[in-house]
């Protein structure tokens, strides 16, 4: 995490951190344009589905991991050189930049910030933005490679509430089974526990102090996974734990691609 104060100061001195704005959210597909209105100066506008993402697969849900070859041309694209720092944001609490990062640190990023309570916090604390297209950036030469976050199986999900706990990020109407507006299915796995993203974050979209959180998270024991409706939001479940203390791999199929699987249970 890095909050908005040292962000300010850091973007100031000669080698500033790689800005990533990843605007996103369920059902508005116009990030770019929001970007234009307003976004942090120097930032580069990534689009989740189809930088963050890669092509749709059978069995793979709606959000499946990129190759890392795919993700390596993509983060050349933004700018990205070996060993610089990263920075991502959004305007929603970190639910759409926990995915870039996530799935940075996975390729092996070591220097990925999430900016808390985002673009929202930014502008509470009066500093300027820029508006317009993205500006052209020099290539860059990151050398990615894949697996350094853990991930698990849709097998692994099935067996892991026997011996750890399994945490769906999902609203909990949806976790209940109550309604369910784009995967074909409605419930969750059996033996997952609620625990809503919404949970990590206060009224102003900033995340809830280490303490709160290891409270949030005191009955979570054994090895740890997290799934949402497709492997976005739950990278900012890992992202709370992660402050918690608490180390936890993704399923990256998560809720979409369990669901479509008709031989996979549902509770």
């Given amino acids: 995490m890095i909050s908005v104060d040292e962000l300010y ?5 000669p080698e500033p951190p790689l800005l990533l704005d990843v605007r996103w959210a369920l059902g508005d597909p116009d990030g770019l344009a929001h970007y ?11 689009d989740l589905d ?27 694209g933004w700018g990205l050189i070996q060993g610089r720092s990263v920075v991502v944001y959004d305007n929603t609490g970190g639910l759409a930049a926990a995915r870039a990062w996530w799935l940075l640190r996975w390729a092996g990023v070591a220097d990925v910030r999430l900016l808390d309570g985002g673009l929202a916090a930014w502008r509470a ?5 820029a508006t317009g297209e993205p500006r052209p950036r020099p290539a860059g030469n990151v050398v990615l490679s ?11 999900a099935a067996d892991l ?8 990020a999902r609203a909990a109407e ?14 969750h796995i059996p033996g997952a ?13 900033l995340f809830l102090p280490a303490a709160q959180l290891r409270e949030r998270f005191a009955d979570v024991t054994g090895p740890v996974g997290v799934y949402c409706g497709s492997g976005v939001t739950a990278a900012h479940e890992i992202v709370a734990l992660a402050v918690a203390g608490i180390d936890a791999a993704l399923y990256p199929g998560s809720w979409s691609a369990w669901s479509s699987d008709p031989a996979r249970p549902v509770a």
Wanted: proline share 12%.
């Fill in 146 to 156: 894949p697996g350094h976050l853990p991930t698990i199986t849709a097998d692994e």
């Fill in 9 to 13: 100061h850091r973007v100031a001195q």
């Fill in 50 to 76: 189809t930088e963050l993402a890669g092509p749709h697969a059978p069995g793979a849900g709606r959000h499946p991991l990129p190759s890392i070859d795919r993700l390596q041309t993509a983060a050349r």
């Fill in 36 to 46: 234009r209105e307003g976004h942090l100066p120097g930032a580069v506008f990534v």
């Fill in 125 to 129: 604390a009066g500093h300027t933005e």
């Fill in 193 to 205: 526990e609620s625990a809503p993203t919404t949970g990590n974050l206060d009224a102003d979209k």
């Fill in 161 to 168: 509430p026997s011996y750890g706990t399994l945490l769906d």
């Fill in 174 to 187: 949806r976790y209940r089974g109550e309604v369910e507006p784009i995967d074909p299915r409605a419930g």
